[in-house]
């Protein structure tokens, strides 16, 4: 056996350690997206300054809501993508809310996906935008998974109107209910040829 | 700030990040997520992509995320007098380990632990370095980099008074 210190094994050992390519190319996407965001926000406060419009101020606001919402759709696509195994196995939501007692809200039933036939799985602890969320796995009379997200709102979710938009090939909706912001991600749904 | 050399592009900020995840969370899944976290936080804040800023996000994540779980305390540690030493143990010939028995004894570090034995023998940080990016003072880290390596030792030792006939 070559003798090597410490320091150069541990170096090693590290050193085999990387992120899946998929993974790299998804975070290094995310950067590409963060910088093309930036580069308009840039035009558009110039435009600000020149104009010092009400209107314009208005489109600013928009846009710092386009700019969480892109984020956070981002985000939960690329969570939806790995498909996490879950924590918390359980077939209702009060078995949920039992398990996952580190959570500082309660779990809700969202009317919005009410009468959609979805069945619980389980759930995992995780974030969104760096706050605790619960990561609920439904899966519809398709067979198809689908994942949930609830959390608090804060000051930034609670400005964010009700959307739907498509990340990386996942379809994302974000809406608040009762005091939540929730966030269901889906495979997109093509339109039949 | 650290004097450890600046990764070169994203990709090479990117796997730094990660390694130093890994050896927070011990797991690989929980380091990718981690890191993704951290990412879109310092995406979003617009910062400057620098490595000890993005270790900082890291570690204020990882912190952030397991108080409130309540799985981890990070309590002082109190550092003795044979703890109270320099890193120079790290290139020591006498402190040789093999690979197989350094990957199995990482398992058994508390994540504190790892973390320190990870900036001092990977990054290349001193004492003082993980001192200001942790925010504990030089005798904690010194007394965590040498438990770390005691633990690790103790393991390769009994690994080779196993293999003993």
């Known amino acids: 056996m070559k003798p090597s210190t410490l320091r150069e094994t541990l170096r090693a050992h590290y050193d085999e350690e990387s992120l899946r390519p998929e993974t790299l190319q998804r975070l290094l996407s995310l950067e590409g997206a963060g910088r093309r965001r930036k580069s308009l926000g840039y035009g558009w406060g110039l435009a600000a300054a020149l104009l010092l419009s009400l209107g314009l101020l208005f489109f600013w606001n928009g846009m710092r809501q386009n700019d969480l919402a892109a984020g956070i759709a981002a985000e939960v696509a690329m969570n939806h993508a790995k498909d996490l195994a879950v924590e918390f196995v359980a077939t209702d939501l009060s078995g949920l809310r039992k398990q996952m007692d580190k959570l500082d809200f309660t779990l809700l039933e969202s009317h919005h996906l009410k009468g959609r036939g979805l069945r619980l799985l389980g759930a995992r602890y995780c974030s969104i935008q760096g706050q605790l969320a619960a990561q609920i796995r439904l899966k519809d009379g398709t067979g198809s998974t689908q994942t949930l997200y609830q959390t608090p709102l804060d000051s930034s979710t609670a400005r964010l109107s009700a959307r739907r938009s498509v990340a990386a090939g996942i379809e994302v909706q974000m809406w608040q209910e009762d005091g939540l912001f929730m966030v269901l991600a889906e495979a997109e749904r093509k339109p039949e040829e | ?165």
């Not at chain 2, 650290?2 to 994203?10: D, N, T, V």
């Not at chain 2, 090479?12 to 981690?34: I, M, N, P, V």
């Not at chain 2, 398992?107 to 900036?119: G, K, M, N, S, T």
């Not at chain 2, 990016?133 to 393991?155: D, F, M, W, Y």
């Open chain 2, 1 to 165: 700030m650290s004097q450890a050399r600046q990764p070169k592009g994203l990709e090479e900020l990117l796997q730094r990040g990660f390694r130093f995840a890994l050896s927070l969370t011990g797991d690989r899944q929980e380091a990718e997520d981690l890191l993704q976290d951290a990412w879109v936080a310092m995406l979003r804040s617009r910062s400057p992509r620098h490595l000890g800023y993005l270790f900082q996000v890291i570690r204020n994540r990882f912190l952030d995320l397991q108080r409130r779980r309540g799985l981890v305390s990070f309590e002082p540690i109190e550092a003795s007098e044979d703890e109270l030493g320099g890193l120079g143990f790290l290139d020591a010939t006498q402190s040789r380990v093999d690979l197989a028995t350094v990957e199995q004894a990482l398992r058994y570090l508390r994540p504190q632990e790892r973390e320190a034995l990870f900036l001092a023998a990977v990054e290349g940080y001193t004492v003082k370095e993980i001192a200001e990016l942790t925010e504990r003072p030089l005798g904690t880290v010194s007394s965590l980099v040498q438990r770390a390596r005691k633990k690790i030792q103790s393991r390769f030792r009994g690994d080779h008074e196993r293999a003993l006939p």
